[in-house]
């Protein structure tokens, strides 16, 4: 079955940088990919997602890459903020099968 | 509002006692899927279902059990064979087509007495 793994899962940085978290998967017909954002005591909400036929998704200061080749992906976080600072998902899927999760990244944004 | 309610928000269960957790949508979804977080482990599938009256074992599904008698809901129990119940249950929900994202309530927390 599918397989995510998810680095780091810890990352600092100061308030106004980016942060990048990346994600490889292992089945090769997985075509979903969607991130998620966590905050203390709730459930995750889904930031952006990608799908197969597309390379790059941006949203404001968030963006994700997907290389199919390497069967890997990314989040970008543009100009960070304290606000940012949560526990971050990937995911992958294939057609309607339920998501396989990465471990999460903790995000920390240092003001 | 649209969304996922799941309830209680804290449990607490005695040893050899089984609890049940509720989860309700009322997002028209058709699947919903019962997830268990562990720190340090992401989310790992216990069980989900894309129709009423049918489940799906996920990947640690033992010591758990489901039903889906109605579309809104998927009450999961947590039965006295999960000798290491203490977790943060994650219940969420999405349509059946290709390539939707899953929505998700925000949790109940479960501790052992």
């Known amino acids: 079955g599918e397989n995510v793994e998810q680095h780091p899962s810890t990352l600092s940085v100061q308030e106004g940088d980016s942060a990048v978290i990346k994600c490889t998967y292992s089945?090769?017909?997985?075509?979903?990919f969607p991130w998620y954002k966590q905050e203390l005591g709730k459930g995750p909400q889904l930031i952006i997602d990608?799908?197969?036929?597309?390379g790059e998704k941006k949203d404001q200061r968030i963006a994700v890459t997907l290389n199919k080749t390497a069967k890997h992906f990314s989040l970008h976080i543009t100009e960070t903020q304290p606000e940012d600072s949560a526990v971050y998902f990937c995911a992958a899927s294939v057609g309607n099968t339920p998501l396989v999760f990465g471990k999460g990244t903790r995000l920390s944004v240092i003001a | 509002d649209g969304g996922i309610t799941q309830s209680p928000k804290y449990l607490f269960r005695k040893e050899g006692q089984n609890v049940t957790l509720s989860c309700e949508q009322n997002l028209n979804h058709d699947a919903m899927y019962w997830y268990r977080q562990d720190p340090g482990q992401g989310l790992r599938l216990i069980y989900y279902s894309q129709i009423v009256n049918d489940f799906q074992k996920g990947d640690i599904a033992e010591g758990y059990s489901v039903s889906r008698e109605k579309k809104e809901s998927f009450p999961l129990t947590v039965t006295s064979a999960q000798k290491n119940p203490t977790a943060f249950y994650l219940c969420?929900?999405?349509?059946?087509?290709?390539?939707?994202?899953?929505?998700f309530g925000d949790g109940t927390r479960l501790s052992i007495l």
């Open positions: 969420a929900s999405s349509t059946v087509n290709s390539n939707q994202p899953q929505h």
């Open positions: 089945d090769s017909a997985s075509n979903y």
């Open positions: 990608i799908r197969s036929n597309v």
